[in-house]
């Protein structure tokens, strides 16, 4: 799977253009027409109709109202704000520290009960020790260019986990063994992160698999993704977190979540592999 800064809020615009396009269809309208009805230039329909500009509120009432369908305004509207909110830039959301970006998805993680979790080169966050996560932040203050409010991040991004513990709330987690062999830090912040994740794979909630990095395949990933319940996939870019809603999207996110696992070894044979890992570290 790959995903470009800002392919997913891309094409969920064209989804809603082409909602647009089959209303002012089935209003019997040519798109001049429409044009005609709104007071836009012509080419403005078309723009809006492609995805290739983003459709405000008044766009919306204006462009149901002229194909006599009122009620579908709600929804497109709703459709509309969603793909705004799908793109948001870190830069932007870090300007006064990286505690606030840790903490918001806080309520995310309170009201979902299903976690699908994918990652390819890095331990996931619902699991990272206070150390790992020291060892990785730094670089980020830098590249981002905003205040460095380390220890109050780390608690936050901590706080996170408490979702672990929660009754009714069940993980399904996928790792490329890579995960295991990245250094963030040194070895001794490596090998106290593989030492936690022997212990969170205790838990009775977490199923977690790995997939061994000689296995035979049929599909690789090149991005990490998490899936809450079956409403909401989020994916992070250097710059940025996408958040996908479409439901069509998502599911195409559980296909490929499904055949990610299937190489993928449990129990037994996942804490082989984590033991190898913490045996070379200890060379």
């Given at each position: 799977?790959?995903?470009?800064?800002?392919?997913?809020a891309?094409?969920?615009?064209?989804?809603?253009?082409?909602?647009?396009?089959?209303?002012?269809?089935?209003?019997?309208?040519?798109?001049?027409?429409l044009?005609?009805?709104?007071?836009?230039?012509?080419?403005r329909?078309?723009?809006l109709?492609?995805g290739?500009?983003?459709?405000s509120?008044?766009?919306?009432?204006?462009?149901?109202?002229?194909?006599?369908?009122?009620?579908?305004?709600?929804?497109?509207?709703?459709?509309?704000?969603?793909?705004?909110?799908?793109?948001?830039?870190?830069?932007?959301?870090?300007?006064?520290?990286?505690?606030?970006?840790?903490?918001?998805?806080?309520?995310?993680?309170?009201r979902?009960t299903?976690f699908?979790?994918?990652?390819?080169?890095a331990?996931?966050?619902?699991?990272?020790?206070a150390?790992?996560?020291?060892?990785?932040?730094p670089?980020?203050?830098d590249?981002?260019?905003t205040?460095?409010?380390?220890?109050?991040?780390?608690?936050?991004?901590?706080?996170?986990?408490?979702?672990?513990?929660?009754a009714?709330?069940?993980?399904s987690?996928?790792?490329?063994?890579?995960?295991l062999?990245v250094?963030l830090?040194?070895?001794?912040?490596?090998?106290?992160?593989?030492?936690?994740?022997?212990?969170?794979?205790?838990?009775?909630n977490?199923s977690?698999?790995?997939?061994?990095?000689?296995?035979?395949?049929d599909?690789?990933?090149?991005?990490g993704?998490?899936?809450f319940?079956?409403?909401?996939v989020?994916?992070?870019?250097?710059?940025?977190?996408i958040?996908?809603d479409?439901?069509?999207?998502?599911?195409?996110?559980?296909r490929?979540?499904?055949?990610?696992?299937?190489p993928?070894?449990?129990?037994r044979?996942?804490?082989?592999?984590?033991?190898?890992?913490?045996?070379?570290?200890a060379?």
């Amino acid at each position: 799977m790959s995903t470009s800064p800002n392919s997913a809020a891309r094409k969920a615009q064209q989804a809603l253009g082409l909602r647009l396009r089959e209303l002012r269809k089935d209003a019997g309208l040519s798109g001049r027409a429409l044009a005609d009805a709104t007071g836009w230039h012509f080419t403005r329909v078309s723009k809006l109709e492609n995805g290739v500009q983003a459709a405000s509120d008044r766009d919306i009432r204006a462009w149901c109202a002229a194909c006599e369908c009122d009620n579908q305004v709600p929804d497109l509207i709703a459709q509309a704000r969603s793909i705004e909110s799908m793109y948001v830039e870190f830069r932007r959301r870090t300007r006064a520290g990286m505690k606030q970006l840790m903490l918001s998805p806080l309520p995310l993680y309170e009201r979902t009960t299903t976690f699908r979790i994918y990652e390819h080169n890095a331990i996931p966050g619902i699991f990272q020790t206070a150390e790992y996560i020291r060892a990785m932040l730094p670089f980020w203050f830098d590249f981002l260019d905003t205040h460095n409010d380390l220890e109050e991040s780390v608690a936050a991004r901590l706080e996170r986990q408490a979702a672990l513990y929660q009754a009714g709330k069940t993980f399904s987690v996928i790792l490329e063994e890579p995960c295991l062999h990245v250094r963030l830090g040194n070895a001794g912040v490596l090998t106290g992160q593989l030492d936690r994740l022997l212990s969170v794979m205790a838990l009775p909630n977490i199923s977690l698999g790995i997939v061994p990095s000689d296995v035979d395949r049929d599909v690789i990933g090149t991005a990490g993704f998490w899936i809450f319940d079956n409403k909401i996939v989020k994916l992070e870019t250097p710059t940025a977190s996408i958040q996908v809603d479409q439901p069509q999207e998502i599911a195409l996110y559980e296909r490929m979540f499904d055949q990610l696992r299937k190489p993928a070894v449990y129990g037994r044979e996942a804490r082989r592999l984590i033991l190898s890992a913490l045996e070379r570290l200890a060379r």
